[in-house]
């Protein structure tokens, strides 16, 4: 199967298509076009929301999602994933709208993920704790192999992609230099990073740690999409007992005005997105 590679299309975020982009990006659109439940989509790859069936006008739901995230991982099989986020229907009769998406992350219904690495793993939240099934190939259905997933309050890991770091404010390079040690407060953690935001996640979710993308002078708002990244997985993460910031508030507050919307992102063990936050504020503060 003709799988591998560009799709030699760029997306509405001014990022090369992988082609598994775009066939993650059309299997996920006819797995929820049918349903009934869902009236609206709206898909990272996509400029405008993709309404449903005409005979799903009325599905009470909405979903957000980024088919296939880590695209630069595809061709060297390391672990990607699928991030989901599913908002309940605010407009009345009619067709959905965008209003529709523009809800904030707080509202989720439930949102989660599937992984794709050595296993494949779905985690998800209705907003009563985390759940973690893993497929069964043998029997095609997946199984519960951990439910209400506490994430550690503090974790061993920080995960940036640390090139970026003389684009970063102060702030972050402080930030990076405790948790290396190079600084007195150091807190001295291992690194570990990816590049696929649902595999840094989940290794975090599950020892503790914290992700960090901070907007930079290349992205000034930051490189990740709001609401098919950060609020589906803060919601997970607050589920878990973790948090997730922009650096000064809870992604999940963020009122979002475009469905395109990219945000700085800080998510993970509470205290260690804590700390980021406050010495986020105190470098700021030593600045002015
Ligand atoms: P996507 O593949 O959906 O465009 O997302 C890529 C994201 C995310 O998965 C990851 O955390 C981040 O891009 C990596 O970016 P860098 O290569 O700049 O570190
Ligand atoms: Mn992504
Ligand atoms: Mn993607």
């Known amino acids: 199967m003709d799988i591998l590679g560009a799709a030699g299309r760029i997306n509405v975020q001014g990022e090369e298509q992988q082609k598994l982009d775009v066939l993650a990006n059309e299997v996920m659109k006819e797995a929820l076009r049918h349903t009934g439940r869902v009236s609206l989509m709206a898909s990272e790859e996509e400029e405008d929301p993709i309404p449903a069936d005409p005979s799903a006008a009325s599905g009470k739901y909405v979903v957000l999602f980024d088919p296939l995230d880590g695209s630069s991982n595809i061709d060297v099989n390391v672990s990607i994933g699928t991030i989901f ?51 069964d190939p ?10 209400d997933v506490e994430t550690p309050t503090t974790g061993k890991y920080y995960s940036i992609n640390e090139s970026n ?15 290396k040690g190079v600084d007195d407060e150091g807190t001295g953690k291992n690194a570990r ?5 649902v595999a840094d996640f989940h290794r975090n979710l599950l020892t503790g740690g914290v992700f960090m993308y901070p907007a930079d002078t290349k992205s000034p708002k930051g490189k990740l999409r709001l609401l ?26 963020i009122e979002p005005t475009e469905l395109h919307q990219r945000t700085p992102l800080v998510i993970g063990s509470r205290d260690d997105v804590a700390f980021v936050e406050r010495t986020l504020q105190e470098v700021e503060a030593t600045v002015q």
Not at 97 to 113: F, H, M, P, S, T
Not at 230 to 253: H, K, N, Y
């Open 165 to 179: 770091y003389t684009r970063w404010s102060p702030g972050y390079q402080k930030v990076v230099r405790c948790f």
């Open 228 to 253: 098919y990244e950060a609020c589906p997985l803060a919601f997970v993460a607050e589920q878990a007992g973790g948090a997730a910031s922009d650096g000064t508030r809870p992604i999940l507050d």
């Open 193 to 197: 990073y990816i590049g696929s935001l």
């Open 138 to 147: 043998v029997i095609g259905e997946f199984r519960l192999i951990n439910h």
């Open 85 to 135: 986020s599913i908002q309940r229907r605010v407009s009345a009769d009619g067709c959905a709208n965008v209003i529709d998406c523009l809800q904030k992350g707080r509202e989720q219904v439930a949102a989660g993920y599937v992984m794709y690495g050595s296993s494949t793993v779905m985690v998800y939240s209705a907003g009563n704790g985390v759940h973690c099934f893993t497929l």
